[in-house]
Protein backbone atom coordinates (compact mmCIF):
# COMPACT_ATOMS: atom_id res chain seq x y z
CA UNK A 1 0.00 0.00 0.00
CA UNK A 2 1.59 3.70 -0.77
CA UNK A 3 2.55 4.95 2.41
CA UNK A 4 0.10 8.04 1.50
CA UNK A 5 -2.47 5.64 2.16
CA UNK A 6 -1.81 4.74 5.53
CA UNK A 7 -3.34 5.41 9.06
CA UNK A 8 -0.41 7.48 10.23
CA UNK A 9 0.23 9.59 7.34
CA UNK A 10 -3.72 10.43 7.51
CA UNK A 11 -3.33 11.25 10.66
CA UNK A 12 -0.43 13.25 10.12
CA UNK A 13 -2.40 15.42 7.35
CA UNK A 14 -5.22 15.44 9.32
CA UNK A 15 -3.19 16.73 12.49
CA UNK A 16 -4.06 20.79 11.99
CA UNK A 17 -7.73 20.18 12.58
CA UNK A 18 -7.15 17.58 15.37
CA UNK A 19 -8.38 19.65 18.92
CA UNK A 20 -5.12 19.96 21.09
CA UNK A 21 -4.63 17.32 24.32
CA UNK A 22 -4.88 20.37 26.59
CA UNK A 23 -7.87 21.44 25.00
CA UNK A 24 -9.42 18.03 24.73
CA UNK A 25 -9.27 17.72 28.72
CA UNK A 26 -10.86 20.99 28.94
CA UNK A 27 -13.53 19.53 27.26
CA UNK A 28 -13.48 16.66 28.98
CA UNK A 29 -14.08 17.79 32.08
CA UNK A 30 -16.59 20.70 31.00
CA UNK A 31 -19.01 17.89 29.66
CA UNK A 32 -18.21 16.11 33.07
CA UNK A 33 -19.31 18.92 34.89
CA UNK A 34 -22.71 19.46 32.44
CA UNK A 35 -23.78 16.36 32.52
CA UNK A 36 -23.50 16.10 36.63
CA UNK A 37 -25.87 19.62 36.32
CA UNK A 38 -28.13 17.89 33.82
CA UNK A 39 -28.55 14.69 36.28
CA UNK A 40 -28.83 17.09 39.26
CA UNK A 41 -31.99 18.90 37.43
CA UNK A 42 -33.33 16.05 36.09
CA UNK A 43 -33.01 16.12 32.73
CA UNK A 44 -33.38 12.98 30.58
CA UNK A 45 -31.08 14.19 27.85
CA UNK A 46 -29.00 12.14 24.99
CA UNK A 47 -26.49 12.40 22.71
CA UNK A 48 -27.06 13.87 19.16
CA UNK A 49 -25.44 15.12 16.12
CA UNK A 50 -21.18 14.42 16.30
CA UNK A 51 -21.45 13.92 19.59
CA UNK A 52 -23.67 10.75 19.22
CA UNK A 53 -21.89 9.75 16.20
CA UNK A 54 -18.39 10.39 18.57
CA UNK A 55 -19.46 8.08 21.29
CA UNK A 56 -20.10 5.24 18.41
CA UNK A 57 -17.26 5.59 16.29
CA UNK A 58 -14.24 6.99 18.26
CA UNK A 59 -15.74 6.24 21.85
CA UNK A 60 -15.29 9.65 22.83
CA UNK A 61 -14.86 12.93 20.97
CA UNK A 62 -14.63 12.85 16.98
CA UNK A 63 -11.04 14.44 17.14
CA UNK A 64 -11.65 17.46 14.94
CA UNK A 65 -14.78 18.22 17.12
CA UNK A 66 -15.23 20.79 19.26
CA UNK A 67 -18.39 21.51 20.50
CA UNK A 68 -20.98 18.58 22.74
CA UNK A 69 -24.38 18.19 21.17
CA UNK A 70 -27.01 16.96 23.51
CA UNK A 71 -30.79 17.08 22.75
CA UNK A 72 -33.83 17.14 25.70
CA UNK A 73 -37.39 16.39 25.37
CA UNK A 74 -38.93 19.43 24.86
CA UNK A 75 -41.42 18.89 28.05
CA UNK A 76 -38.72 19.47 30.29
CA UNK A 77 -38.57 22.80 29.76
CA UNK A 78 -38.88 24.30 33.26
CA UNK A 79 -35.72 22.04 34.05
CA UNK A 80 -33.52 23.72 31.74
CA UNK A 81 -34.63 27.29 32.90
CA UNK A 82 -33.60 25.78 36.11
CA UNK A 83 -29.99 24.68 35.01
CA UNK A 84 -30.20 27.89 33.55
CA UNK A 85 -30.33 29.83 36.53
CA UNK A 86 -27.68 27.26 38.35
CA UNK A 87 -25.13 26.78 36.17
CA UNK A 88 -23.23 30.54 36.69
CA UNK A 89 -22.47 29.05 40.09
CA UNK A 90 -20.26 27.04 38.58
CA UNK A 91 -18.00 29.04 36.65
CA UNK A 92 -20.16 29.20 33.53
CA UNK A 93 -22.07 31.03 31.31
CA UNK A 94 -24.29 31.36 28.60
CA UNK A 95 -23.42 31.38 25.08
CA UNK A 96 -24.81 32.97 22.03
CA UNK A 97 -28.25 31.18 22.16
CA UNK A 98 -29.57 31.67 25.73
CA UNK A 99 -33.23 30.78 25.93
CA UNK A 100 -35.55 27.50 25.73
CA UNK A 101 -37.90 29.17 22.95
CA UNK A 102 -35.26 29.05 20.58
CA UNK A 103 -35.10 25.76 20.81
CA UNK A 104 -30.83 25.78 21.69
CA UNK A 105 -29.02 26.96 24.73
CA UNK A 106 -25.65 27.09 24.12
CA UNK A 107 -22.91 26.93 27.72
CA UNK A 108 -19.58 28.05 27.70
CA UNK A 109 -16.98 27.47 30.84
CA UNK A 110 -15.42 30.17 32.28
CA UNK A 111 -13.95 28.29 35.62
CA UNK A 112 -10.49 27.68 35.93
CA UNK A 113 -10.99 24.26 37.72
CA UNK A 114 -12.53 23.20 34.22
CA UNK A 115 -10.30 24.91 31.90
CA UNK A 116 -7.04 23.44 33.84
CA UNK A 117 -4.92 26.82 31.79
CA UNK A 118 -6.89 26.04 28.64
CA UNK A 119 -8.36 29.65 26.94
CA UNK A 120 -10.21 29.00 24.25
CA UNK A 121 -13.95 28.93 23.26
CA UNK A 122 -15.78 25.70 23.95
CA UNK A 123 -19.44 25.07 23.59
CA UNK A 124 -21.87 22.94 24.82
CA UNK A 125 -25.32 22.98 22.90
CA UNK A 126 -28.46 21.42 24.69
CA UNK A 127 -31.33 21.32 22.07
CA UNK A 128 -34.72 21.14 22.87
CA UNK A 129 -36.82 18.00 20.89
CA UNK A 130 -40.62 18.31 20.20
CA UNK A 131 -42.19 15.40 20.64
CA UNK A 132 -43.78 15.12 16.63
CA UNK A 133 -45.71 12.02 14.66
CA UNK A 134 -43.57 11.29 11.63
CA UNK A 135 -44.71 7.75 9.60
CA UNK A 136 -46.98 7.22 12.38
CA UNK A 137 -44.59 6.80 14.83
CA UNK A 138 -43.33 9.33 17.55
CA UNK A 139 -40.20 11.04 16.92
CA UNK A 140 -38.35 13.72 18.43
CA UNK A 141 -37.04 16.88 16.25
CA UNK A 142 -35.57 20.20 16.80
CA UNK A 143 -38.39 22.72 18.46
CA UNK A 144 -36.60 25.23 16.13
CA UNK A 145 -38.54 25.68 13.23
CA UNK A 146 -35.19 27.19 11.78
CA UNK A 147 -32.79 23.62 12.52
CA UNK A 148 -35.98 21.72 11.39
CA UNK A 149 -35.70 23.50 8.10
CA UNK A 150 -32.04 23.41 8.18
CA UNK A 151 -31.79 19.84 9.24
CA UNK A 152 -34.96 17.82 7.87
CA UNK A 153 -33.89 14.66 8.07
CA UNK A 154 -32.06 14.82 11.83
CA UNK A 155 -35.01 13.10 14.11
CA UNK A 156 -35.25 10.30 15.72
CA UNK A 157 -37.75 7.60 16.74
CA UNK A 158 -38.18 7.74 20.33
CA UNK A 159 -38.23 4.45 20.82
CA UNK A 160 -34.74 4.50 19.15
CA UNK A 161 -33.32 7.17 22.12
CA UNK A 162 -35.78 5.43 25.00
CA UNK A 163 -34.76 3.08 26.95
CA UNK A 164 -31.39 5.44 26.74
CA UNK A 165 -28.01 3.31 26.61
CA UNK A 166 -24.45 4.39 28.25
CA UNK A 167 -22.03 4.83 25.94
CA UNK A 168 -18.52 5.43 26.61
CA UNK A 169 -16.75 8.73 26.31
CA UNK A 170 -13.58 9.30 26.78
CA UNK A 171 -13.04 9.15 30.11
CA UNK A 172 -17.09 9.29 30.92
CA UNK A 173 -20.00 8.03 30.17
CA UNK A 174 -22.88 9.85 28.32
CA UNK A 175 -26.56 8.80 28.16
CA UNK A 176 -27.19 8.01 24.04
CA UNK A 177 -29.78 7.00 21.94
CA UNK A 178 -30.23 3.05 22.75
CA UNK A 179 -30.17 2.36 18.83
CA UNK A 180 -28.90 5.50 16.93
CA UNK A 181 -28.07 3.60 13.09
CA UNK A 182 -31.94 4.46 12.09
CA UNK A 183 -30.88 8.14 12.94
CA UNK A 184 -27.24 7.62 11.69
CA UNK A 185 -28.14 6.07 8.01
CA UNK A 186 -30.90 9.10 7.55
CA UNK A 187 -28.78 12.40 8.67
CA UNK A 188 -26.09 10.92 6.69
CA UNK A 189 -23.33 10.33 9.76
CA UNK A 190 -21.50 7.23 8.88
CA UNK A 191 -19.26 4.55 10.37
CA UNK A 192 -17.44 3.07 7.33
CA UNK A 193 -16.03 6.79 6.46
CA UNK A 194 -15.40 10.61 7.71
CA UNK A 195 -16.27 13.77 6.49
CA UNK A 196 -14.63 16.66 8.24
CA UNK A 197 -17.24 19.59 9.44
CA UNK A 198 -16.19 22.02 11.50
CA UNK A 199 -17.24 25.74 12.86
CA UNK A 200 -17.10 28.54 11.10
CA UNK A 201 -13.66 29.53 13.04
CA UNK A 202 -11.61 26.67 11.83
CA UNK A 203 -12.94 26.25 8.17
CA UNK A 204 -10.69 27.83 6.55
CA UNK A 205 -7.81 25.73 7.95
CA UNK A 206 -10.71 22.69 7.47
CA UNK A 207 -10.88 23.25 3.45
CA UNK A 208 -6.68 23.14 3.67
CA UNK A 209 -6.53 19.97 4.88
CA UNK A 210 -9.44 18.17 2.89
CA UNK A 211 -8.10 19.70 -0.21
CA UNK A 212 -4.61 17.89 0.54
CA UNK A 213 -6.67 14.20 1.16
CA UNK A 214 -8.54 14.67 -1.85
CA UNK A 215 -4.96 15.00 -3.65
CA UNK A 216 -3.82 11.95 -1.85
CA UNK A 217 -7.16 10.07 -3.13
CA UNK A 218 -8.09 9.17 0.63
CA UNK A 219 -11.78 11.70 1.17
CA UNK A 220 -14.04 10.81 2.79
CA UNK A 221 -11.66 9.43 5.11
CA UNK A 222 -12.40 5.03 5.18
CA UNK A 223 -8.97 4.10 6.81
CA UNK A 224 -10.29 1.79 9.74
CA UNK A 225 -7.14 3.41 12.29
CA UNK A 226 -8.58 6.63 11.71
CA UNK A 227 -12.26 5.82 12.07
CA UNK A 228 -11.17 4.36 14.97
CA UNK A 229 -9.14 6.73 16.12
CA UNK A 230 -9.58 8.59 19.85
CA UNK A 231 -9.29 11.89 20.49
CA UNK A 232 -6.09 12.95 22.28
CA UNK A 233 -6.48 14.61 25.55
CA UNK A 234 -4.13 15.67 29.04
CA UNK A 235 -4.81 13.50 31.83
CA UNK A 236 -7.53 14.70 34.19
CA UNK A 237 -8.80 14.10 37.40
CA UNK A 238 -13.03 14.03 38.01
CA UNK A 239 -14.60 15.13 40.96
CA UNK A 240 -18.11 15.74 42.44
CA UNK A 241 -19.93 18.47 41.16
CA UNK A 242 -20.02 20.84 44.40
CA UNK A 243 -15.76 20.60 43.51
CA UNK A 244 -16.39 23.39 40.62
CA UNK A 245 -18.41 25.23 42.19
CA UNK A 246 -17.21 28.97 42.43
CA UNK A 247 -17.31 30.44 45.85
Do not use: C
Not at 70 to 93: C, F, H, K, T, W
Amino acid sequence: MDVKHSGSDLRTILAPLVVSPKKRRAYYAFTHVMVELMEKHGLPYFAHSGTMLGAVRHSGFIPWDDDVDVMVPSEYADQVNALIADVGAYGIRLGTSQTVESGLVQFVPQNPKILGGANYFMGFDIFLGDLVEIEGKEAFHYASDKFRRWFRKRYVFHDDVFPRKRYKFGPLSLWGMRDPMDYFNRAGFKLDEAIIGVHKASREKADAVIAQLQEAGVYPIVDPAVLAMESPYHPLELFELDYYKES
